[in-house]
Structure formats: structure tokens, C-alpha cells
């Protein structure tokens, strides 16, 4: 007996086939990769943690070589206010006595108690069914004394003076999640309280992770109109840290740290808010993720086509094909040409293409199959590629550019292209000028 499907089934089941081979690219780059997730103690309490752990889960059954490092802040407050202790701060720092560090010792430890707890457990018919999540911890981070700040001693607070890499990718690879506490311990056998960002960005370093991710309050870091900024280099990463005014309270602790830590080799450093429900999934899984992420360099990258781009300019290309906009280009025709072609990337994911065919002997080139992905479209990636194309015309000494349009006049126009007519056009082009789909003819002068 056949079960018929609806029209909401099949809507369904098509956005899910969608959904799965958008996330594939990713699910294969990340494999074997050193991930440092950083959460502070808010994080642990805020009633989101389980499915926060479920998340890490998932990540682990990945093949990611995942690093948690967590904080303690407001289980060690509540402790000291139990206890009935006060203590100062030094430029964000807690001033950690005798008193105060047995409060951080017993803070920390309970906090780690549960959050290994929680990754032991496998719940039925949850992400985390029948998972087998080793966790590993140990004297992995060596501490020494801060000493004086604006001349106060800091007695037990400390900083990472060394993280012990080899013995921690000896757990990675024995497929364990290593989970780093903010406590760092002495030649001498002293403890310190650390800060959680400073553990999690001096592992990145050391580890050489490919990502480090803090999971805060806020959304990630603002611009000058409180405006979520989704990306940015380190170059101006940095900038945004040297005026801390601007930003929220948990930013000016993060940045500087996603900073150094893009510094010393980490490839992305991402501020993504924990409050939201798969915060971390959405963020590594989605071309555009929902908080701010540092690279060491420009996302976007233009550069000649290979052979190997096909595949993802034919996807690029064929639905402006079918709409008729473009001329359609079969993947033999692509084959021959791709050395004509330019590609725009962001984030290593191809997102436009444009091609020259040059006329030498008129000294003039052809821009042809301009075409950028649909959600790149109001950026300037267009722009970018016209550029291009007119650089290397004017490196092969051609000294005009011609475009057929059906539908993108006024753009054109607007970048310098004047309206002229198909007699314009070179000899060999215009014996191929297609009567049917009236295309305008637009000449640059270059």
C-alpha cells in the first residue's frame, strides 16, 4: 500500500535535503580539527547548559577535537558571600588572598563536577544516546604570579605562563574532550586563579586550534551604532578592543584575547551569544553564523578559477541560466574556458564568477557570465568582480570593455559602462550577437 506524501511532507523533506548538504562542507572541513570552546560560570547555571552539552556532544562525535575551558566567576562570588568575604579588583581582576583562593578552589572543582557530569551521561532518544564522551583533565596549564598592578599585590591571581600542548593532544587523539579549569599550578607547587579567556586563548595558541570560540552575553561585538558586527580582521579587531567604551562589559574581557590569540596562529576566533538555543551550531555550521567572527585576514579573496571550480560555479550560474539572464555554459564549455574565469571566495566558499574573453586585435574583452550567489548580491561582490576583470583588460593592454545585458542596464551604467550598439561590437563577437535575446551592448573605456 502506497502512502501518499503531502505537499508539506515533500516541502519538508526537500528543505531538510537542503539543509544536509549545506551543512556537509563544513561537517567534512571540521573533521580532525582543535576546537577551543570558551563558556564562563553563567553559563553553567542559566538552565541552557544540557542542550549547551549536547551541542559539545555532537561536535566530539564529529571527529573535532574539542577543548572546553570554563570559568567559575559567580559560584566563586557566592562563595565568598557565604563565607562572608569581600575582595578588591585590579583592572578586572579579582585580588585573590588565602581566603579568597580556597573559595575559587571549591568553586572551580564543583563547577567542573557537573559539567563532566553532564558530558558522562548518555539520555535516550537525546543527541547524546548511547555517547561515549571521555573526559580528560589534569596539571595541563602552568601558572605564575601576576605580582603588582598599580601597586597592589595580586598575591594568588595568576597568569598562564605555559600550557603543556603534547600532553593534551595525547588525550585528544586518544578521541577524549579536554576540559581546562581557571586554576594553574606552579614548578613550586602553588595555585593560582586564572582567568578563564586567558586558559582558553593561550591553549588555542598552543594547540594551534583552528577555531576558538568565547559563548558570552552579548551578541557579539557592536559597531559605532550598536550594530552586530558579523565579521572582522584582526587588524580591526584590534582597533574595536583599543576603544573598550564602546563595547559591552563581556567583549572588552574577550576581544583582546580572540585577538591575541588570531596573533599567535588561531585561524578564527568567533563571540557568539550563549543565549541563544544551538548558538554554537549556528555559528560553525552557517555560512553567515549569528556573532562576530576574527580571521587573521580578509574573508573575501579573489583569484583565478581552477578546474576544480566547476562544480560550484555551474551552481553559481545555472539558476541565472534558467531565468535566462545568462547564456547557458555547459561544464565541456567551462572546461576549456575556466582559465578566462576569475571566482570571488568568502570564507573558502565560492560566492561569484565572472569571465574576460579578450579581442587583441581590436584591443578590446568581453565581460561575460557575471553572476554572484543571491544572498552576496547587496555587498559590492559584483563590483569587486567587474574590477577585476577590468585590471587584468588593462594588464593584456586592451583599451575598452564590452558587456551583453538583458536585465542589469542601470548597474552597468552606474559603473562607468556607456549604452552603445551590437555594430559596436568586434567582428568575430558580433557574428555570434544573438537576435533573440536583444541583449544591450555597454562599453567602459579603460
Not at 11 to 30: E, I, K, M
Not at 183 to 199: A, C, K, R
Not at 219 to 232: I, N, S, T, W
Not at 379 to 404: M, P
Request: glycine share 8%; charged share 25%; hydrophobic share 45%.
Amino acid at each position: 500500500m502506497n502512502k501518499r506524501v503531502s505537499r508539506r511532507e515533500q516541502l519538508d523533506a526537500t528543505r531538510f535535503v537542503q539543509w544536509f548538504r549545506s551543512v556537509a562542507p563544513y561537517v567534512n572541513g571540521f573533521r580532525g580539527q582543535t576546537f577551543v570552546v570558551a563558556f564562563g560560570g553563567e553559563g553553567v547555571t542559566d538552565g541552557r547548559f544540557v542542550e549547551r552539552v549536547h551541542d559539545f556532544s555532537l561536535l566530539a562525535s564529529l571527529g573535532i577535537r574539542l577543548v572546553l575551558a570554563h570559568g567559575a566567576r559567580p559560584q566563586i562570588e557566592a562563595r565568598l558571600a557565604e563565607k562572608g568575604l569581600e575582595t578588591g579588583f585590579v583592572q578586572g581582576k579579582r585580588i585573590t588572598d588565602a581566603a579568597a583562593l580556597q573559595c575559587v578552589k571549591e568553586s572551580v572543582g564543583r563547577v567542573r563536577a557537573e559539567i563532566e557530569a553532564l558530558l558522562s551521561m548518555g539520555l535516550p532518544n537525546s543527541p547524546m544516546a548511547n555517547a561515549d564522551i571521555r573526559v580528560a583533565g589534569g596539571n595541563f596549564v602552568t601558572a605564575q604570579p601576576i605580582g603588582v598592578l598599580d601597586g597592589v599585590d595580586m598575591l594568588h591571581t595568576g597568569e598562564v605562563r605555559k600550557i603543556d600542548a603534547a600532553a593534551i593532544r595525547g588525550r585528544l587523539d586518544a578521541g577524549e574532550v579536554v576540559l581546562l579549569s581557571p586554576l594553574g599550578y606552579s614548578p613550586t607547587g602553588e595555585i593560582f586563579n586564572l582567568s578563564m579567556e586567558d586558559v582558553a586563548a593561550s591553549a588555542a595558541v598552543a594547540l594551534g586550534a583552528s577555531k576558538l570560540v568565547f559563548l558570552m552575553d552579548s551578541a557579539g561585538v557592536p559597531d559605532k551604532d550598536g550594530q552586530l558586527l558579523r565579521e572582522l580582521t584582526v587588524d580591526a579587531a584590534e582597533r574595536a578592543a583599543a576603544k573598550p567604551a564602546r563595547l559591552p562589559a563581556d567583549v572588552q574581557l574577550y576581544l583582546p584575547c580572540a585577538v591575541r590569540a588570531c596573533r599567535g596562529g588561531v585561524a578564527r576566533a568567533h563571540l557568539v551569544s550563549r543565549h541563544v538555543d544551538g548558538a554554537l551550531l549556528l555559528e560553525l555550521f552557517t555560512h553567515d553564523g549569528i556573532g562576530t567572527m576574527i580571521a587573521q585576514a580578509p574573508l573575501e579573496k579573489l583569484r583565478t578559477a581552477r578546474i576544480d571550480d566547476i562544480g560550484a560555479i555551474l551552481k553559481i550560474i545555472e539558476p541565472l541560466e534558467a531565468e535566462g539572464v545568462l547564456v547557458r555554459r555547459g561544464r565541456e564549455l567551462l572546461e576549456r574556458e575556466i582559465d578566462r574565469f576569475v571566482v570571488l571566495e568568502h570564507d573558502r566558499m565560492l560566492i561569484g564568477c565572472a569571465a574576460l574573453y579578450p579581442f587583441p586585435g581590436v584591443k578590446s574583452g568581453e565581460l561575460a557570465c557575471l553572476a554572484v550567489l543571491p544572498d552576496h548580491r547587496d555587498r559590492g561582490c559584483g563590483e569587486l568582480l567587474v574590477k577585476q576583470i577590468e585590471s587584468l583588460a588593462r594588464k593584456r593592454g586592451l583599451r575598452r570593455l564590452f558587456v551583453l545585458t538583458t536585465r542589469a542596464e542601470h548597474w552597468f551604467e552606474e559603473l562607468g559602462f556607456e549604452e552603445s550598439s551590437a555594430e559596436m561590437l568586434p567582428r568575430q563577437r558580433r557574428a555570434l550577437y544573438n537576435l533573440q535575446r536583444r541583449s544591450k551592448v555597454f562599453v567602459k573605456r579603460l
